[in-house]
């Protein structure tokens, strides 16, 4: 079932038209750096796009100039699990697992888990209590699980990418925040949902 949904998901981002996909990242870029959650965070754990998803590098660049330390993750498939480092900047990346850029190794730059107070996540589907579909290998889901307290989550996507509801599992990790290019949505895992900016049908 799962693979069926990030199917057509991952098929409706990839059919955004490139014009129309950088006015959207525009607008997520200006919701999320409006956000307390960000000004606050010293430490974030980025990560780096690929292919169809809301572009990051632009993000990872507006975050060196406000001074934050950056932290992205390197992929160990072996392991099924991902190790963090810190970059100081861009050409600390190098092409890594499936091709997507990650951070050098450097055992001083080594991070972990609770040295991050803000996450931002990747996925190719979220709905509106925080579920997220990822890309099936659940190497977030197998990092956030070892937090030793809340962490706070956000995810950027695309108003395609939103759904009433996902199918979720036992060791799923429900995410705080969703940016859009319409709106910012705080989910409540299962109880209130508020939405800020504009509300449109799902």
């Known amino acids: 079932m799962k693979s069926g949904i990030r199917a057509l998901l991952l098929k409706k981002r990839n059919s ?46 507006r975050t060196f100039k406000l001074k934050k330390h950056v932290v992205l993750p390197l992929v160990e498939s072996k392991k099924r699990e991902l190790r963090l480092y810190e970059i100081k900047n861009l050409s600390d990346l190098r092409p890594g697992y499936m091709g997507i850029q990650e951070p050098l190794v450097k055992k001083s730059r080594e991070k972990f888990l609770n040295d991050i107070e803000l996450v931002i996540i990747p996925g190719a589907g979220f709905d509106m209590e925080g579920n997220r579909l990822g890309y099936g290998f659940g190497y977030y889901d197998k990092l ?6 809340h962490i706070t989550t956000i995810a950027l996507a695309f108003e395609e ?14 995410i705080d925040k969703i940016i859009t290019e319409k709106r910012v949505i705080n989910c409540t895992k299962g109880k209130r949902v508020h939405v800020q900016g504009v509300r449109s049908t799902l």
């Open 16 to 61: 955004i038209k490139l014009t129309e996909k950088k006015l959207k990242e525009n607008a997520i870029r200006k919701r999320l750096f409006s956000l307390h959650d960000i000004k606050k965070a010293k430490n974030i754990l980025f990560y780096v796009s690929f292919q169809s998803e809301v572009d990051t590098i632009h993000c990872i660049q």
């Open 144 to 149: 956030l699980s070892k937090s030793q307290g």
């Open 161 to 174: 990418q939103v759904v009433p509801n996902l199918p979720k599992e036992s060791h799923d990790v429900q």
